[in-house]
């Protein structure tokens, strides 16, 4: 079978198959309610034990912080007004125990769904969650989470959220296969984050797979081979090792620049989502941040971020990169991201609708707490601000206002920032790349972020497994639009980046280079291999060869004429 | 049974890190404990109760307790509501 290879690397390992199983609770009439509080007394007991495990392994893995989650669903557990209301049910209706623990907390639930508090509207996912776990005791399902996988593993799932990534054990993880997404999907991303090999878009794995069976997968062609033979092992352990090999040459370039092998010097870094993950960026040499996704800084938790909160997590990373560019991207939520303590609109299209910048410019609180603690953070090493989904001058105006007068502010409170710090925006929205000369005038730097420019040029949505076809970053158009903003860019003399995930595509690479993309920023794992290719690139050479490559009619023929200039050096 | 008054004064109010504290502190005690916010009573060792309570910054709550430890229990939770922080 084949999927997307989406994280590369080779991994070998049981499968264990993640999904979360349908609760179909009956309600029954039953005489002995003894009996049925007694099952409550014990499941409860069982649960409970359930969660302290999951509380300690959280503990052990990621830090007090991602446990602490755990700690309230033992209190929601074991509350009484909890417990003395299902008692009461199974005893005036005589109903199964199953039935008066659902009925109880759905009552539960949508009394803090019902409650204006963000916050506390928040908790009825806890109470959801606890419920859950108490019903599935109940019922005998087995429950699976991703914490209690303890050898070598390879999980199968229909898709990853967010909380279940943070549960990975990227020591005994040896690959995620996902029925959905793309190579820009969460599950894509976060393993990548993590260098673990992973494919997605396989519809129907999970029905062809079972718990426990061995499976190898290549995340770098996007194969499976479930129940291997001997020989195969054997084969793709011998590849696992050629892969290793590669490293080490890729060690070897460590502490040299990025310079084109006609002596144009780039720059190559990282993108990062929270504050630990500059270590990885660090260990594979990237020369900054190009991209600190901050909305990492929002998600998983039940309000927003304070300034201070925000400000020690810049801070951190900008005293790590000391002189090294950290570009720190403001909040990007919305489409595909949401944060349910904002309660944001449900919307149609997601994607053109209310999010990143134009939130922030509606909800200027949020923005203005965050402008500040980036400010503020300015001082302790080389930060530039860079705004997300910029479609107007307008919102770069309006944006620079609001920044300006938080500088006023922290002048009058005699706190410190760089009062030079860039300002730069996204160029992810076709109306942006075209206009790109006009922007240029405005702000001091672009980074191109090709996911959103692909998925905006082609009008193809990057989660929708049906058209991920048409999803492609060889499109002859959006290489003209890329090129078109490095251009403008460089004639108003401002410098240009790229941080999407086309910036670390080993064939996308040269012509970037060519065309004179300034900075390249990518996964961590894929800088080495970056440099490797740079040093041995010939800008001049690429450069006569731009034309004839966006004059190609389709995006195949983009690829082919890239797959040779690749294999060429 | 003894009652004593006391207004909320951290940022945040009874909210989640303080109310699992405050469940936590008043699960100790035997005595039946009380909390009252205007014409309503919650169960003082429910999450659940206390959560949907929601007391905020500025508002006056009671806390009553009935039996053995009830000195006990009220001035502690008291000394627990006036010493939160954010």
Sequence with gaps: ?569 | MLKREIKIQNESGLHARPASLFVKEASKYNSEIKVIKGEKEYNAKSIMGLLSMGASKNQMIAIQAQGADEELAVNSLIELVSNLAD
């Excluded at chain 1, 959280?58 to 007004?81: C, Q, S, V």
Aim: with cysteine; hydrophobic share 40%.
């Design chain 1, 1 to 569: 079978m084949k999927g997307l290879g989406t994280s590369p690397g080779i991994g070998i390992g049981k499968i264990f198959v993640y999904k979360t199983t349908e609760i179909k609770v009956i309600r029954e009439n039953i005489d002995d309610t003894e009996f049925e509080i007694n099952r409550l007394d014990k499941a409860i007991s069982k649960a409970g034990a359930e969660i302290e495990r999951l509380y300690k392994l959280t503990l052990a893995n990621m830090g007090e912080k991602e446990a602490e989650i755990f700690k309230a669903h033992k209190m929601i557990l074991e509350d009484p007004e909890f417990y003395f209301a299902v008692i009461e049910k199974i005893n005036k209706e005589k109903v199964n125990c199953e039935f008066a623990v659902k009925e109880t907390s759905e009552s539960f639930i949508t009394m803090f769904e019902d409650i204006k508090d963000e916050y506390l509207k928040e908790r009825a996912v806890d109470i959801k969650d606890v419920s859950t776990r108490l019903l599935r005791t109940l019922l005998e399902i087995e429950s699976v989470d991703l914490l209690s996988i303890n050898e070598e593993s390879i999980i199968v799932a229909e898709d990853l959220t967010p909380s279940d990534t943070a549960q990975l054990n990227k020591e005994i993880v040896a690959g995620i296969v996902t029925e959905l997404g793309g190579r820009t999907s969460h599950t894509a991303i976060m393993a990548r984050t993590l260098e673990v090999p992973a494919i997605t878009g396989i519809k129907d794995i999970l029905k062809n797979v079972k718990h426990g069976e061995l499976m190898i997968i290549d995340g770098t062609t996007g194969e499976i081979i479930i129940n291997p033979r001997e020989e195969e092992i054997f084969e793709y352990e011998n590849k696992n090792k050629k892969i290793e090999e590669l490293k080490k040459k890729l060690q070897n370039i460590k502490g040299q620049d990025s310079i084109s092998k006609d002596g144009y010097k780039v720059e190559i870094a990282g993108n990062i989502g929270t504050p630990k993950d500059i270590d990885k960026v660090l260990e594979n040499d990237g020369e900054g941040v190009g991209l600190y996704r901050t909305e990492f800084l929002y998600m998983d938790r039940d309000r927003l971020p304070t300034e201070e909160e925000q400000f020690e997590a810049y801070k951190a990373v900008a005293e790590k990169l000391g002189k090294r560019p950290l570009v720190i991207r403001t909040l990007d939520v919305g489409g595909d991201k949401d944060l349910p303590y904002l309660n944001l609109p449900k919307e149609m299209n997601p994607f053109l609708g209310y999010r990143a910048i134009r939130l922030c410019l509606d909800r200027k609180n949020i923005f203005r707490t965050q402008l500040r603690a980036i400010l503020r953070s300015s001082t302790y090493g080389n930060v530039k601000i860079m705004l997300p989904m910029i479609s107007n001058i307008k919102e770069v105006r309006d944006s620079k206002e609001i920044i300006e007068e938080i500088k006023e502010e922290l002048r009058k409170e005699k706190i410190p920032f760089d009062e030079n710090m860039e300002i730069g925006i996204m160029i992810e929205i076709p109306a942006a790349a075209i206009h790109s000369r006009s922007f240029a005038k405005e702000v001091d730097f672009f980074s191109i972020g090709t996911n959103d420019l692909i998925q905006y040029t082609l009008a193809v949505d990057r989660g929708n497994q049906d058209i991920s076809y048409l999803y492609n970053q060889y499109h002859p158009a959006v290489l003209s639009l890329i090129k078109m903003t490095i251009e403008n860019g460089h004639e108003e003399g401002i410098w240009v980046g790229m941080c999407g995930e086309a910036a670390g595509d080993e064939k996308l690479i040269p012509l970037l280079l060519a065309m004179g993309l300034d900075e390249f920023s990518m996964s961590a794992s894929s800088i080495l291999k970056a440099r490797y290719l740079i040093k041995n690139t010939s800008k001049e050479e690429m450069a006569s060869m731009i034309e004839e490559i966006l004059g190609l009619s389709t995006a195949e023929d983009v690829e082919g004429a890239l797959d040779n200039v690749l294999s060429a050096n």
